[in-house]
């Protein structure tokens, strides 16, 4: 059954749509899911408010991380022409890694002394890159070298640069000092993102 | 009121695609919801992260069926050209189905050993399969044998497969071992789904 | 800034289809949301199931009154061929009666004896019956006599009389044995919609 | 990688498209993930349920708030022709701070009578505008004097003064009967958008 309307399915203009709505549906209720876990400040005094601040802080740090693999992930999509069973099931995988940023937000929102907290949300990011990286992989296995997509991607530095800061982000957490380590990496990586390059001018 | 409005909902290209964009919607959030229900290790080190790991495998395996759920009914949905009142209706029966996933899967979390909670997830899952296959009936009373439709569901043996093993795996739970049986039958059912085969090729 | 945006936006093809996307949106979460709220057993024998059983009829009877709403929401919308500030009120007020289902619901899954819950219930219902009221006269405003709108809506018998046994399942709910009276009200509710009539053949 | 395809992304039929819908997904979940924080009253007699009044008006008034950003958002991005990298940053900024309307309306709910969490409401309504207010200078620099969207927005007296007063009601929180001159302000602020005007009528 699948056979034939897959086939159907490979049509350029409705093949990614439909994926692209799913990936954003994903994707909004991931962000927002991570401010269900913002709990109230137990008491009413500003020292109550001021307890909650890292937790705040490490939201905005994840927020942004899905921002980032949103705006990435639908401007990826914008220039796919086709997409495949495997295409599927690699955005399905890259959706499960991103995921799991709200558990591991939560987990640094209440432990962020620790480096264990620190380092898993590491792993986290790491493995929503490695998933993003095989998403692209497999986005070029059913697009020729001449197709908007292929030459839309090129070579993707930051990327590949987010990745080795992540794994970093990973082992310093275990050092003396390390979740603030860790932390800054994590922050250095959405500020790479943020920065506005020459890439991004119209 | 509904009637005439009714009849308006069965021009061909704007039929199927507010269903699919509810229904992307729904799945989307249970997918999605389940991860809210993957709650942080109590403590900060490596054993407490160890106790975690069986509610993150539970909710990879639930993760997977959505998503296999969400691809299967997406394509299905394509190949739609008419909706009625009674596809509606399946639809919404499906959806309830999924969305008992992850109350289920929340359970296995907590109580993986037990074998109560690996039949129930059984249930689930062979209620949604029920449910899939109501729909494709449904589907297939308003169209006629030539349509897209009709050509791109033919036979369906993995969903028939499916189905058998949901059934062996809700059994097997209450045998010495159980649940690890059950658990052992709903991967393979991930897995005969994740299986590339001729009919995924391009 | 909005007056001239609105005139825009008054463009008959675009003028629904943001409000239907965010309609649905809103419906999609609700309805998943209740999922959420349904929580596991407390153990993992028969009766720890069974005792979960009335808030799983109860969660079973909110998500067909959902997908009733948004069945009717879809179909009425269709028909749009023009919004108004008030029409764009109206809908985030049915969204609002809606959106209030989710806690009734997991009240009365707690405390199903009790008269309150039932009764809340019925006035969340009552409520949404009456924004729904209201939505339709507003679109009535920004169509004339002649258009499909207008022809679309006709008389809804099927609302008034569900209102009406809302109110009834409001009252009974004090009576002695009132919450199983209030709940038999409710669920012919469901029934009188989901039971196919004449309106619903194509 | 992102430059070509960012490049793409101006096309001008598909370039808000994305926007609008990612952002019409979070606000849907940040509107209902609201009601999943009302909690249902800890008893069933009617003095239980009165102790949850406060916690649902504040939920109202948020659920206006949120409505009424939607609204706006939604007729801002239709007379969009055009996005830049910076548009979709400045986006993802308003939905952050939209995203904290669910904590600090939870907090509200539990502690409605203590003057802190009247006054984060009200930064979190202040940043919510300013952050509205540069999303509108962003889509500014990528169209010129002569745009649809220029003509369109013209000046915002609406939220000017909703600026203002979400300030008075962040400082008037500490005053005697603090939270009450909070709550005053902040309802008027949802009048103000509320009232219909000139500016609404089509």
Known sequence: MMARVQRLASIRDSGPERLIAFSDGVMAVIITIMALELHPPGGTDIHD?????????IYVLSFAMIGIYWNNHHHLLRATERISALVMWSNLHLLLWLSLFPVATEWIGEEYRHALPAAV??????GSAMAYFILVRALLRVHDAGSRLALAIGRDFKGQISAAIYLAGFGLA??????????ACYVSVAIIWFVP???FEF
Chains 1, 2, 3, 4 share one sequence.
């Open 197 to 199: 390059d020459r890439r």
């Open 49 to 57: 408010l001021a307890h909650r601040v890292p937790a705040l802080l």
């Open 121 to 126: 949300w590491g792993v986290v990011a790491l």
């Open 174 to 183: 275990f050092l003396p000092f390390g979740p603030w380590l860790s932390y």
